[in-house]
């Protein structure tokens, strides 16, 4: 099977969020639009952060690097494979993966995996954990402040 592009541009966001909750609502009304998940996703995403949340401490890494989720559903909620890439241009605060009874602040980038396939999941938070544990990639992400230069950053990983 020929490797495919785990980013694509138009799936790359920057946005303002005061919250979690408004980002899910916001970015599942759009995912529904463009025909990438089903009706229940949007209740699916809330519902599995609050019990299994994904927030990621970046400061094990680099002290100054903001902190990252990775929101994921179950396969039956989605059409596609595709993962989504949405810069907060402000940090907002989510349940620590590691820690669920923290918040972990300052989280400024989401990867929400959008995945339909019975076994793609490990492989794909295999490749979003190359990301993210790579402070040059976190530094290129940091100043990168249009969705072509976030784009420049992610395009070279495949699945």
Do not use: W
Request: aromatic fraction near 6%.
């Amino acid at each position: 099977m020929p490797e495919q592009q785990l980013f694509e541009e138009n799936l790359i966001f920057q946005e303002d969020f005061k919250d979690i909750d408004e980002a899910f609502g916001t970015m599942a009304k759009r995912f529904a639009q463009a025909n990438l998940v089903k009706n229940s996703y949007e209740e699916s995403i809330k519902k599995r952060e609050k019990e299994f949340p994904t927030g990621i401490d970046l400061s094990i890494i680099g002290g100054s690097l903001p902190n990252v989720a990775i929101p994921h559903t179950e396969r039956e909620h989605c059409k596609v494979t595709k993962v989504v890439l949405v810069k907060l241009n402000q940090g907002i605060s989510i349940g620590n993966m590691m820690n669920p009874v923290q918040r972990l602040q300052n989280v400024r980038y989401l990867f929400m995996i959008l995945n339909s396939a019975d076994s793609e999941q490990a492989g794909i938070l295999s490749k979003i954990m190359g990301i993210v544990t790579n402070v040059d990639d976190i530094n290129a992400l940091e100043k990168a402040e249009t969705i072509e230069s976030l784009y420049k950053v992610v395009e070279k990983y495949k699945l």
